[in-house]
C-alpha cells in the first residue's frame, strides 16, 4: 500500500488579534526535497510540496529538454523506503538507451541556468535550439470566457485553502473546461506537474489549452509552457522583461493581471477573441 502523501502540516501558533494574544492551530503548506536520478545518477534536487511527485519528475524531464517525449522514458519510480521507514523523497526515471544524459555536461547546465550571470539572449537561444514545435497559431480563446477562469482555478486549490502558500498551475480548454490543476511551493513545480501530466497521458502537445498560474510568469514558465506547445499562458500577476521578450519572439500568448474583468496582453494579442 502506498505511503500517505501530506501535502499540509499542522502546527501550533499564537495569533495577535486586536489586543488579543491567542493560542491555536495553523496549516503550513509542507516543503520537502525531492531527489530525481536517472537510473542511479543523481541529475537534479528540487524543493517542492509532496504529491504528484512521477508527474513532477516526468514534466521537469521533458521541459528541460532531457526526453523528446513519452516514449523516451521506459519507467518512472517514486522510491518508498528510506532510512526513517518513511516516504521516500526519489523518483527513479530509467531512459531509452538514446536519451541517457552526458550527466557531467546536464549538471554545467542546470548551474549555469540558476545563476544570475545568464544573459538573455543566451537563454532564449537554448530554448530555441530544442523547441518541438511553435504554439498552435489558430487557437483561440474567448475574453469573456478568460476572466472566468481565476474564480474556477480558486475552487479548486484545495491546500491552498488550508494553508494560504501555495502556487497553482492548472489547464483549461477552449470552452473553459478545467483539465487538470497542481498546487506547490514553487511556481515551476506546479507546471512541471501539469505538463507531466499531459506527457504521462498522451496530451503533448498542450496545443489546445490555456495555462492558468495563480503567481507571476517568469522566463522560466514561459519557457516550459512553449516547450509543451502551449499556446496561451495567464497569470494573475505580472511577467518578467525575459519572459515578454520568450514569448513575443516565439509566438506564444501570454496575459497577465487576469483579475476580476480586466486583463493585460503583453504578446500574440490574436490569440484573444473579444
Known amino acids: ?3 500517505k502523501v501530506r501535502s499540509a502540516d499542522l502546527t501550533q501558533v499564537f495569533e495577535w488579534n486586536d489586543g488579543e494574544l491567542a493560542r491555536r492551530e495553523d496549516f503550513l503548506a509542507a516543503e520537502e526535497p525531492l531527489e530525481i536520478r536517472v537510473g542511479e545518477n543523481p541529475l537534479s534536487v528540487t ?12 514534466g521537469f524531464l521533458f521541459t528541460e529538454g532531457l526526453v523528446r517525449g513519452r516514449d ?35 549538471r554545467r547546465h542546470f548551474f549555469a541556468a540558476s545563476s544570475c550571470g545568464i544573459c ?29 477562469l481565476p474564480e474556477r482555478l480558486r475552487s479548486s486549490q484545495e491546500v491552498f485553502e488550508r494553508t494560504g502558500g501555495l502556487h497553482a498551475a492548472a489547464l483549461f480548454g477552449r470552452q473553459g473546461d478545467l ?28 496545443s489546445d489549452c490555456v495555462l492558468l498560474l495563480s ?3 517568469g522566463f522560466e514558465i514561459v519557457q516550459k509552457a512553449i516547450v509543451a ?3 496561451v499562458v495567464a497569470s494573475v500577476s505580472a511577467p518578467s522583461s525575459l519572459a515578454v521578450q520568450l514569448a513575443r519572439e516565439l509566438r506564444l500568448t501570454l496575459i ?10 503583453y504578446a500574440g494579442e490574436e490569440r484573444v477573441t473579444k
Open 1 to 3: 500500500m502506498a505511503p
Open 47 to 58: 524543493m517542492r510540496t509532496p504529491g504528484h511527485d512521477v508527474e513532477l519528475a516526468a
Open 72 to 106: 523516451e522514458i521506459h519507467a518512472l519510480e517514486n522510491s518508498t523506503t528510506d532510512d526513517a521507514g518513511k516516504r521516500g523523497n526519489v523518483v527513479q526515471a530509467k531512459l531509452v538507451p538514446e536519451a541517457e544524459p552526458d550527466f557531467d555536461k546536464m
Open 120 to 148: 538573455g539572449k543566451a537563454s532564449i537561444d537554448s530554448v530555441r535550439s530544442r523547441l518541438l514545435g511553435a504554439p498552435d497559431s489558430d487557437f483561440r480563446i474567448d475574453s469573456r470566457l478568460l476572466v472566468k
Open 179 to 206: 483539465l487538470v490543476v497542481r498546487e506547490d511551493i514553487g511556481r515551476h513545480n506546479a507546471v512541471d506537474k501539469v505538463v507531466g501530466w499531459a506527457l504521462l497521458n498522451g496530451r503533448v502537445p498542450i
Open 215 to 217: 503567481g507571476r510568469g
Open 229 to 231: 506547445g502551449i499556446p
Open 256 to 265: 497577465g493581471f487576469l483579475r476580476d474583468k480586466r486583463f493585460v496582453i
